[in-house]
């Protein structure tokens, strides 16, 4: 079962802060995110495991609230390099992750 | 040299013809996988392989099927293609970890069925 992402997209403007939020109806063991340029393939940004690590990349940070079984991604002071495509993978007890939909970030001069 | 790297990279086919997708890896890894993707759906899981021994079908695995000849190469076969198979497909890779699991992407084949 799919997590689910949103919002669907965003556009900024460089310098702006944006936030992504992943939801899941299972229990989750971890969650990681994503960036996908246009045309190529996802690259791993970081993960969040249980006990709501906040974990960062850049500017780039993230939350995990397992209680919830959400997690959010914190694009701050937004650059032009940060526009692509974000996923969420979720770990569950499954051990497969699964992949939200996406969203979409432009970030514009 | 690319750790993840797939076969073909674009491939343009007919209705009802066998298409074979293979990907190879150079990460050591025990885990691969195959997944397709689609404009809004975001990555769907067809098939993976823990190690050599153990296959698992995905999401979607109907209409697929794959063979994990060694633990660097895994390929995804469309026994009879369709048109609603046109998409961009990623294999990945992964080290065992229970809580890990950080997914390294090849760059995609394209495929159009026609």
């Known amino acids: 079962q799919q997590p689910v992402q949103s919002p669907q997209a965003v556009i900024l403007r460089e310098g702006e802060d944006a936030v992504i939020n992943c939801s899941s109806s299972?229990?989750?063991?971890?969650v990681h995110w994503y960036r996908q340029k246009h045309g190529e393939a996802p690259v791993f940004l970081m993960i969040l495991l249980k006990g709501g690590e906040q974990k960062g990349h850049e500017k780039i940070s993230a939350s995990f609230n397992e209680k919830k079984q959400q997690s959010s991604l914190y694009l701050t002071a937004s650059q032009l390099s940060y526009s692509g495509t974000y996923f969420c993978?979720?770990?569950?007890?499954?051990?497969?992750?699964?992949f939200g939909a996406g969203t979409t970030v432009t970030v514009r001069a | 040299d690319a750790d993840v790297t797939q076969t073909p990279r674009n491939r343009i086919t007919k209705t009802g013809k066998r298409i074979m997708l293979e990907c190879s890896q150079t990460?050591?890894?025990?885990?691969m996988y195959w997944y397709r993707q689609d404009p809004g759906l975001g990555l769907r899981l067809i098939y993976y392989?823990?190690?050599?021994?153990?296959?698992n079908k995905g999401e979607i695995s109907d209409g697929y099927s794959v063979s994990r000849q060694a633990q660097a190469k895994f390929s995804l076969s469309l026994e009879s293609a369709i048109p609603n198979q046109t998409a961009l497909y990623f294999c990945a890779t992964s080290g065992a970890g229970e809580y890990t699991d950080t997914q390294y992407f090849g760059p995609g084949t394209r495929l159009t069925v026609l």
């Open positions: 392989s823990f190690d050599v021994k153990d296959i």
């Open positions: 990460k050591g890894h025990d885990r």
């Open positions: 299972k229990a989750l063991y971890s």
């Open positions: 993978g979720t770990l569950s007890n499954d051990y497969k992750l699964s």
